[in-house]
């Protein structure tokens, strides 16, 4: 089965630390390819980094990056030096060729808090 | 910048009303999703079109249905709106790079 895993329903970091927001997957499909979307209180969903499976490097989008680690199943978000506006529900998606469409499946969110 | 666009943010409908979601995008893409977003659940897929008047049940079609007539516009449609569909609703569209996916600002709807 597919599967995404987001483990961390809420989490609290100080204004201009690094926060780490895990996420781990399950598919049997060698090609799929991983996504990080931001939702603010606004309710829309933010596209924010993509990582493929054959990718060799690790995906880096600003103060984005995406800590993917094949053989533990896991693609992890790292903001870097976060911002008051960096507080949002964040969710991890997939996409696998296996069904040969562009369905995502998507983990239930982590509620990130950003304080002063 | 791709650009979709829904008809409501919010809206308040009755037990048993048929209602009409839209979703409008401002380029030629394909593939149109309608996802329903609920606390604790996340995203789940509803229906999906890969061409005009093409459809694919996701993962939750129950209660609903889509039409799409014309490739920048793609409908859901509630043919006899309940209580328990009372959520936000979210469309989105493919892109051409990753197939990374693009949302509109949703609608949030609450049915009494």
């Known amino acids: 089965a597919q599967k995404i895993t987001q483990t961390q329903p809420g989490m609290f970091v100080q204004e201009k630390e690094a926060v780490t927001l895990d996420c781990t997957y399950d598919?049997?499909?060698?090609?799929?390819?991983l996504f990080w979307y931001k939702q603010p209180s606004s309710g829309e969903m933010i596209f924010l980094i993509y990582?493929?499976?054959?990718?060799?490097q690790n995906a880096t989008e600003g103060r984005y990056s995406l800590n993917f680690q094949k053989a533990r199943k896991s693609a992890n978000l790292v903001i870097s030096a976060s911002q008051l506006g960096d507080s949002a529900m964040y969710f991890c998606?997939?996409?696998?060729?296996?069904?040969?469409?562009?369905?995502?499946?998507f983990g239930t969110g982590t509620r990130l808090q950003v304080f002063p | 910048d791709v650009k979709v666009t829904q008809s409501s943010r919010y809206l308040v409908k009755r037990t048993g009303e048929k209602v009409f979601l839209e979703c409008v995008q401002d380029?030629?893409?394909?593939?149109m999703f309608w996802y329903r977003q609920d606390p604790g659940l996340g995203l789940r897929l509803i229906y999906f079109?890969?061409?005009?008047?093409?459809?694919e049940k996701g993962d939750i079609p129950e209660g609903y249905s889509v039409s799409r007539e014309k490739k920048e516009r793609f409908s859901l449609i509630l043919e006899s709106a309940s209580t328990n569909q009372t959520s936000m609703y979210l469309c989105?569209?493919?892109?051409?790079?990753?197939?990374?996916?693009?949302f509109g600002p949703g609608t949030r709807l609450t049915v009494t």
């Open positions: 380029m030629d893409h394909e593939n």
């Open positions: 990582q493929g499976s054959y990718d060799q």
């Open positions: 998606a997939m996409r696998t060729t296996k069904t040969n469409t562009d369905k995502l499946i």
């Open positions: 989105a569209i493919a892109g051409d790079l990753n197939y990374e996916q693009y």
């Open positions: 079109s890969y061409d005009v008047k093409m459809k």
């Open positions: 598919t049997s499909d060698p090609s799929y390819g």
